[in-house]
C-alpha cells in the first residue's frame, strides 16, 4: 500500500491547483459521532475564484445504535495553497444543513407514544424522524493526486438542535 502511494505521488504533475471554473465530482465515505456509524456520499464543488469553493454534498449516515440519517450540505470552502505548485491545500468549511434523522424503535414499542401512553394509531411505521436545518463549521486537506483526480480529508460539526454531530470524511473527486 505504502509503495503504491509513493508511486502515485511521483507520478503526479506539477500543474494542479485550484483554478476559477474548475469543477470537480467524487465519492465520500466517513464516521460519523451521532450514532457511532459509518457514512456514505457524493461531493461537488465549484470554483468561483482562488478563495471561494461552492461544495454542496449528500451524506447518508448507516444505522447504527437504532438511528440513521440523511443529511444535505451547501458549504463554502476557503482554500489556502500549502505548496508553492498548488498540489496541497487546506480549507475551512462553513456552510447550512438540512439533516433528516430516523429513530428506529423495537418491534412491539410502535404503539407507545412519546409520553408512554398507548396510541390507538395502528400503523407499522416504528420509524420516529426528525428533520432540522443547522450549520456546518470544519476544515479539510486536499491533495491534487493527478491533474484531473483529486483526495480529501474533511472534519466539520454539523451543528442541529439536539442532533448536533462530528462528520469525518475521505473523499476522491474527478476534477473537470
Known sequence: MF???????ASASADAQV?????SLGVKGGYVTRNNAPSAGLQFEYTFSKRFI?????DYVFRHEGCDGLLFNIDYHG????????????????????????????????????AGEMDNDTDDDVTMRKN???????????WYAKP????????KFNWVKNYNTGIFTLGISYVF
Open 132 to 142: 432540522r436545518f443547522g450549520l456546518d463549521v470544519g476544515a479539510g486537506l486536499a
Open 148 to 155: 484531473t483526480l483529486k483526495v480529501s480529508l474533511e472534519g
Open 19 to 23: 483554478t476559477k471554473g474548475q469543477k
Open 79 to 114: 482554500p489556502w495553497n500549502l505548496t508553492t505548485d498548488g498540489r496541497w491545500y487546506v480549507y475551512h468549511v462553513i456552510g447550512v444543513n438540512y439533516a433528516s434523522w430516523n429513530r428506529h424503535l423495537p418491534k412491539g414499542m410502535e404503539n407507545i407514544s412519546r
Open 3 to 9: 509503495t503504491f502511494a509513493i508511486m502515485i505521488a
Open 54 to 58: 461552492l461544495a454542496p454534498s449528500v
